[in-house]
């Protein structure tokens, strides 16, 4: 869609058609889930569409994640242990590695896409007060993992299995590709890839031993940006010292001498 093109949207009870153009498409989608309801509930059941990969990703969809997208503190054992391997292969990361795009969750948001793995989020507003004492109003998020997934039918089977079924076979496909195409992997240096890893993970390993229910957070702010600093980040800190080390010393060696 054009960003100066105008579409018309014909509203249903007014019968009449209203235009509206990709900055305001922008504007409802950050909105829409703010709408308050006559009941005062605000709990919604979110979705992503597969169909979304059939286009770059905009920058402002990663905002959007950001703020409502869920944690990797939500996801179950079982899910987070086919992330965890989803991830050492996933052909979309590797391309995120190539072209040096990363912010951290973007792996997960890649995940949770790629397999239309839904999640519920819900806002309240609550009183509290600013840095200096004043009095105010904050809008509150959460989101949670939908535990139907984890629940069996009555025939036994878990309402979730189609979409682990379906993660298991693309990550057997995927381990089949680089098989036969092991270059795949090996354009990337020793050092980046190892960088990347583990930015990717670093969320993962610091919530490792964890499983929250319900991942709170005030409006505005960033997933898990309280986490302590652990031995993870000095690790991640290194490597990249050396790929930078690395990356001008092979510089140097192509300089010709005058």
């Known amino acids: 869609m054009s960003t100066l093109k105008e579409l018309d949207y014909i509203h249903l009870e007014q019968m009449v058609a209203v235009k509206y153009n990709y900055w305001d498409y922008i504007d409802g989608f950050n909105k829409v889930l703010l709408y308050e309801n006559a009941n005062m509930k605000h709990s919604w059941f979110i979705k992503i569409c597969l169909n979304i990969f059939d286009r770059n990703i905009p920058n402002w969809f990663f905002k959007w994640w950001t703020l409502y997208g869920p944690s990797v503190k939500l996801l179950p054992e079982s899910y987070k242990k086919l992330y965890l391997e989803w991830i050492d292969i996933s052909p ?3 391309n ?3 072209e040096n795009i990363f912010f951290e969750g973007i792996s997960l948001m890649y995940f949770f896409i790629e397999f239309s793995i839904p999640w519920i989020m819900k806002w309240s507003i609550e009183v509290n007060n600013t840095s ?3 009095p105010c109003l904050q809008r509150t998020f959460y989101t949670k993992f939908w535990s139907k997934l984890l629940q069996k039918n009555p025939e036994g089977k878990l309402h979730g299995q ?3 079924d379906l993660i298991n076979v693309k990550i057997s496909k995927y381990y089949d590709i680089v098989t036969m195409q092991p270059q795949v992997m090996e354009d ?3 050092f980046k890839r ?4 583990l930015q990717m993970k670093k969320e993962l390993f610091l919530t490792s031993h964890t499983n929250e229910e319900d991942d709170t957070r005030i409006a505005g702010e960033g997933q ?3 986490e302590e ?3 993870i980040e000095t690790i991640l800190k290194r490597y990249q010292q050396i790929e930078e080390s690395s990356s001008t010393s092979t510089t140097d060696k192509g300089k010709e001498k005058v």
């Open 92 to 94: 979309k990361l590797t």
């Open 96 to 98: 995120l590695q190539e």
């Open 132 to 134: 200096k004492g004043f």
């Open 162 to 164: 189609e979409i682990i």
């Open 188 to 190: 990337l240096s020793p």
């Open 194 to 197: 190892i960088t990347r890893k």
């Open 224 to 226: 898990d940006g309280d």
């Open 229 to 231: 600093e652990t031995d």
